[in-house]
């Protein structure tokens, strides 16, 4: 089975792993948005998987413009989505779960507003 979710944001530079000045404060505070930005969405999903996968392998699909971010400061600031799928009890998040996450850049052109 597979279970796809649509974010419409890139982790913060406060989330990413060369994010050394932001303060522990901010961290938190962003990462929990991004928790329950990702828990609300696997909430509006039409059906849930059944809970605790036993083996999952996990892909970014990035969509940027610009510079791509770098893939391991990528899947470090994507850690609070995980955590969100921790706690809407889909997976469990340990190594012999999550074998692999893998990440995918698609360019797009920058839009003005």
């Given at each position: 089975m597979t279970l796809e979710v649509d974010l419409p944001f890139l982790p913060p530079p406060e989330l990413r792993g060369n994010s050394r000045n932001a303060h522990w404060s901010v961290r938190h505070r962003k990462a929990r948005a991004r928790r329950d930005?990702?828990?609300?969405?696997?909430?509006?999903?039409?059906?849930?998987?059944?809970?605790?996968?036993?083996?999952?392998?996990?892909?970014?699909?990035?969509?940027?413009?610009?510079?791509?971010?770098?893939?391991?400061?990528?899947?470090?600031?994507?850690?609070?989505a995980l955590d969100a799928l921790k706690g809407e009890v889909i997976l469990e998040d340990s190594p012999e779960v999550v074998r692999h996450i893998d990440v995918t850049y698609t360019p797009v052109a920058r839009v003005d507003i």
């Open positions: 930005a990702v828990a609300v969405r696997l909430r509006e999903l039409p059906e849930l998987p059944d809970p605790l996968w036993e083996a999952v392998i996990i892909t970014y699909h990035v969509r940027y413009c610009g510079k791509p971010i770098d893939r391991d400061n990528l899947i470090m600031g994507m850690k609070p």
